[in-house]
């Protein structure tokens, strides 16, 4: 697209002067997924991948906790998120004294925090977790404490969906996606009446009556896969939009049919932002002293598990 051409030109100089690696999550539009990112994937991939990267900077095109997940794994490095006011519903639900509220009133229950929170949530959690090993570290986080319950913050549908499948106890908080709560099973069954055969793939993030409709759910590295390794003739993505255009590119034997909704997080990186931001070296993400050491353990302890 001749549009974008002079952005993606400068950003691909930009990274070499920089010596810069622009991580992507998956729902990022096509010209930063496809033409821009080193990296691509999702919270969870990109929490692995940053470990560790050679790069003097790194790139967030993604929200504002993915970029503090890089931070923490690599504190020596540059990491620049374009846009400061790229947040998450999720990450805004829940505060750290909300968190030593939930463990005063349940002593002895692990607290496993979803990786879409802050910081500061972070420093008071026993284990993180992502939609893509959700399953796995809530069992081993009941298993290490011992009990049939644990803290499962702050996505109350998450934790309820992932919940039904381990049958271990989850106490949740009322956080919601604000892409992912608004879809309902009405939706899928109108779109499978218009669609016959279509295959429905629901995000752990959207309410359980939506994942019940589903024929799937998974995190978007997995709808990746499925999309991958099945190839559908149709199927409907009930996530955020821009996971059908870039899964559309790729998988040119399958249609993707809608509704999807739009992050407006997500949307706030653009080509613009992202050259901007390596031009300027800005903005730079700061975690506080105080809170690295704690934060970063939680995030560690899910990629050893
Ligand atoms: P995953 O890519 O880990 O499935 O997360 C989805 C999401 O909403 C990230 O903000
Ligand atoms: Fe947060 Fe939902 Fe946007 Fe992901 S899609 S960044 S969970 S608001």
Same mark, same amino acid.
């Given at each position: 697209? @001749?549009?974008?051409?002079?952005?993606?030109?400068?950003?691909?100089?930009?990274?070499?002067?920089?010596?810069?690696?622009?991580?992507?999550h998956?729902y990022?539009?096509?010209?930063?997924?496809?033409?821009?990112?080193?990296?691509?994937?999702?919270s969870?991939?990109?929490?692995?991948?940053?470990?560790?990267?050679?790069?003097?900077?790194?790139?967030? %095109?993604g929200v504002h906790f993915m970029?503090e997940?890089?931070?923490?794994?690599?504190?020596?490095? *540059?990491?620049?998120?374009?846009d400061a006011h790229a947040g998450c519903s999720l990450a805004e639900s829940i505060t750290?004294?909300d968190?030593?509220?939930?463990?005063?009133?349940?002593?002895?229950?692990?607290?496993?925090t979803y990786v879409n929170s802050s910081? +500061?949530v972070? %420093? +008071? *959690?026993?284990?993180?977790?992502t939609s893509?090993? %959700?399953?796995?570290?809530?069992?081993?986080?009941?298993?290490?404490?011992?009990?049939?319950?644990?803290?499962?913050i702050p996505d109350e549908f998450l934790a309820?969906?992932?919940?039904?499948?381990?049958?271990?106890?989850?106490?949740t908080w009322p956080g919601h996606c604000e892409v992912h709560e608004l879809f309902? $099973?009405?939706?899928? !069954?109108?779109?499978?009446?218009?669609?016959?055969?279509?295959?429905?793939? @629901?995000h752990p993030e959207c309410p359980? +009556?939506?994942?019940?409709?589903?024929?799937?759910?998974?995190?978007?590295?997995?709808?990746?896969?499925?999309?991958?390794?099945?190839?559908?003739? !149709?199927?409907?993505?009930?996530t955020e939009c821009?996971?059908?255009?870039?899964?559309?590119?790729?998988? $040119?034997?399958?249609?993707?049919?809608? $509704?999807?909704n739009l992050c407006p997080h997500m949307k706030r990186i653009?080509?613009?932002?992202?050259?901007? @931001?390596?031009?300027?070296?800005?903005?730079?993400?700061?975690?506080? @002293?105080?809170?690295?050491?704690?934060?970063?353990?939680?995030?560690?302890?899910?990629?050893?598990?």
């Amino acid at each position: 697209d @001749a549009h974008f051409r002079d952005d993606i030109a400068a950003i691909l100089q930009l990274k070499k002067e920089r010596n810069a690696v622009i991580l992507a999550h998956n729902y990022q539009t096509p010209e930063i997924f496809h033409c821009i990112a080193d990296i691509q994937g999702d919270s969870l991939a990109l929490a692995r991948k940053a470990q560790g990267l050679e790069a003097d900077v790194i790139l967030m %095109a993604g929200v504002h906790f993915m970029a503090e997940t890089v931070k923490l794994l690599n504190p020596d490095r *540059t990491v620049l998120i374009p846009d400061a006011h790229a947040g998450c519903s999720l990450a805004e639900s829940i505060t750290a004294r909300d968190v030593r509220q939930l463990k005063a009133r349940h002593p002895g229950v692990p607290v496993v925090t979803y990786v879409n929170s802050s910081a +500061e949530v972070k %420093a +008071e *959690t026993d284990i993180c977790c992502t939609s893509g090993n %959700a399953r796995r570290v809530m069992k081993y986080a009941a298993a290490q404490a011992g009990t049939g319950r644990v803290i499962m913050i702050p996505d109350e549908f998450l934790a309820t969906n992932i919940s039904r499948d381990t049958g271990i106890e989850a106490i949740t908080w009322p956080g919601h996606c604000e892409v992912h709560e608004l879809f309902t $099973p009405l939706q899928i !069954k109108q779109y499978r009446r218009i669609h016959p055969g279509v295959v429905v793939i @629901a995000h752990p993030e959207c309410p359980p +009556e939506v994942i019940e409709a589903a024929d799937f759910s998974g995190s978007t590295a997995e709808m990746i896969a499925f999309i991958t390794e099945k190839k559908p003739q !149709k199927a409907l993505l009930v996530t955020e939009c821009s996971m059908s255009d870039n899964l559309a590119q790729l998988n $040119p034997g399958t249609e993707f049919v809608r $509704p999807c909704n739009l992050c407006p997080h997500m949307k706030r990186i653009t080509l613009k932002g992202i050259r901007h @931001a390596l031009e300027t070296m800005q903005i730079p993400v700061e975690i506080p @002293a105080s809170l690295v050491e704690r934060a970063r353990a939680s995030v560690e302890r899910m990629l050893a598990v």
